[in-house]
């Protein structure tokens, strides 16, 4: 459960990464973007998870009120100190997360809907998604960490097959060559459906199920034969990478695109040498 947490955690930090790292200068390399970015989420994760192990070695009482222990530790006089950091840190992180949360809905509905966003819509938007968030936090409160490890398995089961055919169409494929114009015409070079990046995502979901194991919810039989683990992560990685290179070599291929993309990839490499 720990691993999957740890890899999920960061294999599902690609949204926010693609919604910052578009305002970066042209001439950003892709390797300073991937290589800082991936940094930046191993160091800012990093310690945290392993202060916990240390906390949580050292008393169980930690799981169970974990701001009150670190409270304790530091006596009473710097314990507002550290009721006052949490604090700002949860309302820091939760802006990011209301802006992706606000983004994904607009995203999602504004293909059918053509919604103007304006700043009225904005907010109402915004609301809604923290009203429902402030909902969600207040039911489930005193199984945060069951609803955590659920939450975290669920955004690994959809979110790591996207990363995974994400990182091998821009690294390996495409080398970062797209046409801005065509992403966003559906009668361009990319079409309106890609079947074959569609067709590797489901393919990955349901191969998942038997190695899922959702607490209360789902255990599928390979979890349960290896001692409850749920390794699930490992197929939503491995398996879309793997369909969709090779189903999207193959028409890039036949079409041409890819020649074309490493002749562009071959002039760059000469011209930054």
Not at 26 to 48: D, H, I, K, Q
Not at 113 to 124: A, C, D, G, L
Request: with cysteine.
């Amino acid at each position: 459960m720990a691993l999957s947490v740890c890899t999920t955690w960061l294999l599902t930090y690609a949204p926010y990464v693609a919604d910052y790292s578009r305002y970066l200068p042209r001439n950003t390399s892709p390797r300073a973007t991937f290589g800082w970015t991936y940094a930046g989420g191993v160091l800012g994760t990093g310690w945290t998870m392993a202060l916990g192990v240390i906390l949580i070695a050292s008393s169980p009482k930690f799981g169970i009120d974990p701001t009150g222990f670190l409270a304790n530790m530091v006596g009473h006089s710097l314990a507002p100190i550290i009721y006052i950091v949490i604090v700002l840190g949860i309302l820091g992180v939760n802006v990011l997360n209301l802006y992706c949360a606000f983004m994904a809905t607009v995203t999602s509905i504004e293909p059918f809907t053509k919604i103007k966003v304006t700043p009225t819509k904005r907010f109402s938007i915004l609301a809604i998604c923290t009203i429902i968030a402030t909902w969600l936090g207040i039911v489930g409160q005193g199984n945060l960490v069951t609803i955590m490890n659920d939450f975290m398995l669920l955004l690994q089961y959809i979110m790591v097959p996207w990363s995974a055919i994400n990182l091998v169409d821009y690294y390996v494929l495409r080398r970062g060559n797209y046409s801005i114009k065509d992403i966003f015409d559906v009668n361009g070079k990319y079409g309106k459906f890609n079947w074959t990046c569609i067709g590797s995502y489901l393919i990955s979901i349901v191969a998942q199920i038997p190695f899922m194991n959702v607490e209360g919810i789902y255990e599928g039989p390979i979890s349960k034969a290896i001692g409850h683990a749920d390794i699930s992560w490992s197929i939503a990685l491995i398996l879309p990478a793997v369909l969709y290179y090779y189903g999207m070599k193959a028409k890039l291929t036949a079409t041409g695109e890819l020649q074309e993309i490493e002749r562009i990839y071959a002039a760059k490499k000469i011209v930054n040498h």
